[in-house]
């Protein structure tokens, strides 16, 4: 594994995505300290309707799983910052995307982490409908996981495209049945360069055994 990283620049020198994620931390703790000094705990502003600030303490993970754990969620989220350094560190040149990604749920797990450690429970207080009440850390955890895999399914399309475009040029379409020119090889077939005549390849389920 070191010698796979080796080489790689450290999360720590990457400032774009610490600055970002800097901000997505000040803006978590900045919200919750508000909510803190302006709001009794399990009042909420207004009183009722669809969207309210609601002041309540959650001793579980992100929207109120997992209640009362919150020493072993603790050691989650150091596990989970570590982690996201190691998707940082095991590629060659990390995309912006992916860099966005990372620092807004690093800045998100930093924001609840820092309430485990300093009052034993993340304060949340974004209240909506039915939905659980969450906070912005735990907002910004789950649009930074959205992107990274969106950006992984991108990723997948393609290589497989690369490999196909890779097949594609591999296979020598021959010459045209018809002109004897040279066919010019498509991705469901080939063309004639000559007479545009075309021959389509069929797909392995509509081929006679």
Not at 108 to 137: E, K, S, Y
Not at 152 to 168: F, G, K, N, P
Request: some cysteine.
């Amino acid at each position: 594994m070191l010698q796979f990283l080796k080489g790689r620049s450290p999360i720590y020198r990457d400032w774009t995505l610490l600055q970002l994620a800097a901000l997505a931390l000040a803006l978590d703790q900045l919200t919750k300290f508000v909510v803190r000094q302006t709001l009794e705990w399990h009042h909420s502003w207004p009183a009722s309707g669809l969207f309210r600030f609601t002041h309540v303490h959650n001793t579980g993970s992100a929207f109120g799983l997992f209640q009362d754990q919150n020493l072993p969620l603790l050691f989650v989220s150091l596990i989970g910052v570590l982690v996201l350094a190691y998707i940082y560190q095991s590629q060659e040149r990390p995309t912006w995307l992916l860099r966005v990604s990372i620092a807004l749920m690093l800045g998100g797990a930093l924001g609840n982490l820092i309430d485990r450690i300093h009052q034993g429970h993340v304060t949340d207080f974004i209240d909506v409908g039915p939905w659980p009440v969450f906070n912005l850390a735990d907002s910004a955890i789950v649009v930074g996981l959205v992107m990274m895999g969106w950006m992984l399914v991108m990723q997948r399309e393609q290589r497989e495209t690369a490999v196909a475009d890779t097949d594609l040029g591999a296979m020598d379409p021959g010459y045209c049945p018809l002109c004897d020119g040279p066919m010019i090889a498509l991705a469901n077939g080939s063309r004639c360069a000559d007479c545009g005549v075309r021959e389509r390849i069929l797909p392995a389920q509509e081929r006679r055994p």
